[in-house]
């Protein structure tokens, strides 16, 4: 089966570095995608990794290693309104988005 | 408007009725999907309409009907629902070219906050 991992939930302070993680397991790999929710809200892109390395923009960052079956969001200089779900999503073979459950982040002061 | 617009925002129904929900994407995409986003699980594909041809997840169930009239509307018509269909129903539109090349990055609209009595 497919299966795409990352953790339920983390917590980290105003202003710090955070590394959100992704691991997955699909029928073939045709990009990796970055998306935050709001409470509420509609999910919006940030981020699109095809090859292998980091890809930055801003003070968001994502990495992909395709041999490993894994990615990672980086966040820094944190801000409260960072606080929001970040979901991971793998496209297969078919072109179909896998989706992970999302890792909530709560920004504390 | 610009983007990807839902209604109704919220819903609630008994489960003998019958009601649409509607999406309509401004960004001239050719792909429009509906999901369902249920508490704490990952996000579920129902639909898709891609170049006028519709890709659907064979587990969806019959209550859930969707249309497709032209490439910017989409509609889901819910009849008979039960109470575990309530969650929030996202809809997404990709450019989704017939060449398949590029991200085809899905832009999603607000959802609908869907409650089965």
């Known amino acids: 089966g497919q299966n795409i991992d990352q953790p339920t939930e983390m917590t980290a302070t105003e202003g710090a570095i955070v590394q959100i993680n992704c691991t997955y397991q699909t029928s073939g790999f045709n990009g990796l995608f970055w998306y935050q929710q709001h409470a509420g809200e509609a999910p919006t892109f940030l981020s699109y990794n095809v090859l292998d390395g980091l890809e930055e923009k801003g003070r968001f960052s994502s990495f992909l290693s395709r041999s490993k079956g894994y990615s990672y969001l980086l966040l820094k200089e944190l801000q409260m309104k960072d606080s929001a779900s970040y979901l991971c999503?793998?496209?297969?073979?078919?072109?179909?988005?896998?989706w992970g459950a999302g890792t909530k982040l709560i920004i504390k002061p | 408007e610009t983007g990807v617009t839902q209604t109704p925002r919220h819903l609630v129904m008994g489960m003998t009725n019958k009601k649409s929900l509607k999406c309509e994407q401004h960004?001239?995409?050719?792909?429009m999907y509906w999901y369902k986003q249920s508490a704490k699980k990952p996000l579920e594909l129902m639909f898709v309409y891609s170049l006028e041809e519709r890709v659907e997840n064979n587990s969806v169930p019959s209550r859930f009907s969707p249309e497709c009239p032209n490439s910017s509307h989409l509609f889901l018509h819910l009849h008979t629902l039960q109470p575990e269909d309530s969650a929030l129903y996202l809809c997404?539109?990709?450019?989704?070219?017939?060449?398949?090349?590029?991200?085809?990055?899905?832009?999603f609209g607000p959802g609908t906050r869907l409650t089965v009595l």
């Open positions: 999503a793998v496209r297969d073979s078919n072109y179909q988005l896998i």
């Open positions: 960004l001239g995409h050719n792909a």
């Open positions: 997404a539109s990709s450019p989704r070219t017939s060449g398949g090349e590029g991200t085809d990055t899905q832009y």
